[in-house]
T-cell receptor, first 115, second 116 residues
Framework: AQKITQTQPGMFVQEKEAVTLDCTYD???????LFWYKQPSSGEMIFLIY????DQQNATEGRYSLNFQKARKSANLVISASQLGDSAMYFC????????????WGAGTKLIIKP | DTAVSQTPKYLVTQMGNDKSIKCEQN?????MYWYKQDSKKFLKIMFS???????INETVPNRFSPKSPDKAHLNLHINSLELGDSAVYFC???????????????FGSGTQLSVL
């Protein structure tokens, strides 16, 4: 079964510290893509970063990086030097070829940055 | 210019009413979606259209009817609203429906529907 698991429903982190948000996935499809989205309190869904299953290097986008460990089926999001504006819900999602390319979503992690 | 715009942002209505949510994208994408986000923030796909054709129709009450007059627009009409329909509804678009595993979704800002 195709599945995304985010085990941290909520996290508190001190401002300027690095944050790791966990995401594990389950698929038997060798070709898949992994996404992270941010949903601030204003409600919109913002794309952050993408990692393909065949990508050799971990994806990075500014302060965001994806710690991709294929053998462990994990795709953790790392936010360096956290800021107050990073407080939001974070969703991990996966796209596989078999499912008509639908995105499979995790339940999300609520991140709160403390000043 | 907003890439995916949906209106209204907030919709408060009584049970039994009929309401519509409109969505437009100016990205030139072929595929559009409706998602429902429940109170626990879980995202569930409802429908997907590719070039005005319905390609994904999840288990959704038939009170919900999507309409795509052209590939840039996907509206959601809801008949006989029920309390359980209260949620945030997101419109989204992507370049194609099966173009690749790396296609990201672009979301509208959401419509918070409250049924009283």
């Amino acid at each position: 079964a195709q599945k995304i698991t985010q085990t941290q429903p909520g996290m508190f982190v001190q401002e300027k510290e690095a944050v790791t948000l966990d995401c594990t996935y389950d698929t038997s499809d060798p070709s898949y893509g992994l996404f992270w989205y941010k949903q601030p309190s204003s409600g919109e869904m913002i794309f952050l970063i993408y990692q393909g299953s065949y990508d050799q290097q971990n994806a990075t986008e500014g302060r965001y990086s994806l710690n991709f460990q294929k053998a462990r089926k994990s795709a953790n999001l790392v936010i360096s030097a956290s800021q107050l504006g990073d407080s939001a819900m974070y969703f991990c999602a996966m796209r596989v070829t078999w499912s008509n390319y639908q995105l499979i979503w995790g339940a999300g992690t609520k991140l709160i940055i403390k000043p | 210019d907003t890439a995916v715009s949906q209106t209204p942002k907030y919709l408060v209505t009584q049970m039994g009413n009929d309401k519509s949510i409109k969505c437009e994208q100016n990205l030139g994408h072929d595929t559009m979606y409706w998602y429902k986000q429940d109170s626990k923030k879980f995202l569930k796909i409802m429908f997907s259209y590719n070039n005005k054709e319905l390609i994904i129709n999840e288990t959704v009450p038939n009170r919900f009817s999507p309409k795509s007059p052209d590939k840039a627009h996907l509206n959601l009409h809801i008949n006989s609203l029920e309390l359980g329909d209260s949620a945030v509804y997101f419109c989204a678009s992507s370049q194609t429906s099966g173009g690749g595993i790396n296609e990201k979704l672009f979301f509208g800002s959401g419509t918070q529907l409250s049924v009283l």
